[in-house]
């Protein structure tokens, strides 16, 4: 298995604290991303990053920030989180060996309640 | 700009029939094509990948993919299911550094 983790695994906050998510790889990859898996929407993306400390917005980033200031650990933060971002969040990563046809590999997912 | 559509919000076969979950995509260039498979309450793990070489893919688990520029499809098909084949199935799209673009996924529900 690819080496990436995610913490925590299960989070349940209050309407407006800020959270963050942690993303940790070890497989040294350039790119790294963040999606939200919501039902019947597939998995959309939040943000991604493309180096250390290069980032850019998704599909669905507002209320979202992240940060990479190492190769290996990107995360993610909900500056006051809503209830609307209650959902399943996914790193990803992704190489360049084989260019845009390299696939990429999936965390375990944190399961984020907002109540 | 990319997109991908799965046709079928859930499937249902009986165990030892065929499968069939059918994708179709849009892409401004040569697509690079995935398709992944979730079980409950895990993350996504490849099962196939078509990056312009042969059209037909084979995967794991006795999974293969159609890639199809005619009709811009990529079906995914298995010859007989198994019970273990329940799970959520997504056809993805690779566009270019913001990674990739997801179908709203089928979940594929096996009888036994």
């Known amino acids: 298995d690819a080496g990436i983790t995610q913490s925590p695994r299960h989070k349940v906050t209050e309407t407006g604290t800020p959270v963050t998510l942690r993303c940790h790889q070890t497989?040294?990859?350039?790119?790294m991303y963040w999606y939200r898996q919501d039902p019947g929407h597939g998995l959309r993306l939040i943000h991604y990053s493309y180096g250390v400390k290069d980032t850019d917005k998704g599909e669905v980033s507002d209320g979202y920030s992240v940060s990479r200031s190492k190769t290996e650990d990107f995360l993610l933060t909900l500056e006051s989180a809503t209830s609307s971002q209650t959902s399943v969040y996914f790193c990803?990563?992704?190489?360049?060996?084989?260019?845009?046809?390299?696939?990429?590999?999936f965390g375990q997912g944190t399961r984020l309640t907002v109540v | 700009a990319q997109s991908v559509t799965q046709l079928d919000s859930h499937v249902s076969v009986s165990e030892g029939t065929p499968v069939l979950l059918r994708c179709n995509y849009s892409s401004s260039y040569s697509p690079s094509l995935f398709w992944y498979v979730q079980h409950p309450n895990k993350g996504l793990q490849l099962l196939l990948k078509y990056t312009s070489a042969a059209t037909l893919v084979k995967g794991i688990n006795g999974f293969e993919a159609e890639f199809k520029k005619s009709e811009t499809s990529f079906h995914l098909t298995k010859p007989s299911a198994h019970m273990s084949d329940a799970a959520e199935y997504f056809c993805v799209v690779s566009g270019g550094a913001d990674g990739l673009t997801f179908g709203k996924g089928t979940h594929l529900i096996i009888q036994p």
């Open positions: 497989e040294n990859h350039r790119y």
């Open positions: 990803a990563i992704r190489g360049t060996t084989g260019g845009w046809g390299t696939e990429a590999f």
